[in-house]
Nanobody
Framework: VQLQASGGGLVQAGGSLGLSCAAS????????MGWFRRAPGKEREFVAA??????VYADSVKGRYTISRNNAENTVYLQMNSLKPEDTAVYYC??????????????????WGQGTLVTVSS
């Protein structure tokens, strides 16, 4: 099983960036998928997750980020708008073994991507 995250880069504050994460090795079309991030000097934190029917966001990104998925392509997306310098981090995608549940803890997720760097300049 592999998760390949892409789309990171450098963007100015107030700008937008879209991330994608393609899963291979098995079908994840019904399983909860999520995004986490690790800012410099900080622990990895939950960003957003999407199950078969629901989405959940961290308070820090609510209203600015949108998570979505394309089950036919085994891919999860993260659209990030109104970016702030504090959004600078390595972003990781992850997949759990659950279908309808969403949890924000890292242990809920079984497979992880390698991370993609997002840098927001002020």
């Amino acid at each position: 099983v592999q998760l390949q995250a892409s789309g990171g880069g450098l963007v100015q504050a107030g700008g937008s960036l879209g991330l994608s994460c393609a899963a291979s090795g098995r079908t994840f079309s019904n399983y909860t998928m999520g995004w986490f991030r690790r800012a410099p000097g900080k622990e990895r934190e939950f960003v957003a997750a999407i199950s078969w029917t629901n989405t959940v966001y961290a308070d820090s990104v609510k209203g600015r980020y949108t998570i979505s998925r394309n089950n036919a392509e085994n891919t999860v997306y993260l659209q990030m708008n109104s970016l702030k310098p504090e959004d600078t981090a390595v972003y990781y995608c992850a997949v759990s073994a659950f279908i309808r549940r969403i949890e924000m803890g890292e242990t809920f997720y079984d497979y992880w991507g390698q991370g993609t760097l997002v840098t927001v300049s002020s």
